[in-house]
Antibody, heavy 117, light 107 residues
Framework: EMQLVESGGGLVQPGGSLRLSCAASGFTFSNSWMHWVRQAPGKGLVWVSRTNTDVSDTSYADSVKGRFTISRDNAKNTLYLQMNSLRAEDTAVYYC??????????WGQGTLVTVSS | DIQMTQSPSSLSASVGDRVTITCRASQSISSYLNWYQQKPGKAPKVLIYAASSLQSGVPSRFSGSGSGTEFTLTISSLQPEDFATYYCQQSYSTPFTFGGGTKVEIK
């Protein structure tokens, strides 16, 4: 069974940092493009970032460019999102998802990040 | 960036109704358009990809159409489990923007 499990969320002060992880199982992670999508409380989905299979091709939403970094460890079947200089508007549930033929076909359950003093 | 505009933002419908949701792109995205369903507290689930292809396991009452800048998601006969929020997403170019969502509620 394909599974994505996010972790690393929590409460952080404005200006702080957090690293999210997404552990994958049940599929060939190393062959899969991966994405991060977030959802602020009561709001819609916002695409955040994506990486190809070896992090040689990454892309970011303008709102996080220069502050967030996507990475992966194919040996550990894990995707990461390093988030620096966090702002209140970064408060959201963060989902990782597998990109397959230009769609996000499997999603994790999400991890909540709260940026507040 | 490509902007995705969904309409309506919400609708009320009854079980058995035919429901149509529209998504417009700010520029042509060919057929690189996906539809997702999200229920409260749950992760989104892909229903339709490439504008009109049904994701494996999704009931055939869901269908998608369109190309270029105008797309529709149709639910032919609304079922109780279909009450949810629906999002379109373009995968033509990054950032892979989502529409604002359409909440389908029980009338």
């Amino acid at each position: 069974e394909m599974q994505l499990v996010e972790s690393g969320g929590g409460l952080v002060q404005p200006g702080g940092s957090l690293r999210l992880s997404c552990a994958a199982s049940g599929f060939t992670f190393s062959n899969s493009w991966m994405h991060w999508v977030r959802q602020a409380p009561g709001k819609g989905l916002v695409w955040v970032s994506r990486t190809n299979t070896d992090v040689s091709d990454t892309s970011y939403a303008d709102s996080v460019k220069g502050r967030f970094t996507i990475s992966r460890d194919n040996a550990k079947n894990t995707l990461y999102l390093q988030m620096n200089s966090l702002r209140a508007e970064d408060t959201a549930v963060y989902y990782c998802a597998r990109g397959w033929e230009r769609r996000l076909d499997y999603w994790g359950q999400g991890t909540l990040v709260t940026v507040s003093s | 960036d490509i902007q995705m505009t969904q309409s309506p933002s919400s609708l009320s419908a009854s079980v058995g109704d035919r429901v149509t949701i529209t998504c417009r792109a700010s520029q042509s995205i060919s057929s690189y358009l996906n539809w997702y369903q999200q229920k409260p507290g749950k992760a989104p689930k892909v229903l339709i990809y490439a504008a009109s292809s049904l994701q494996s396991g999704v009931p055939s009452r869901f269908s998608g159409s369109g190309s270029g800048t105008e797309f529709t998601l149709t639910i032919s006969s609304l079922q109780p489990e279909d009450f949810a929020t629906y999002y379109c997403q373009q995968s033509y170019s990054t950032p892979f923007t989502f529409g604002g969502g359409t909440k389908v509620e029980i009338k």
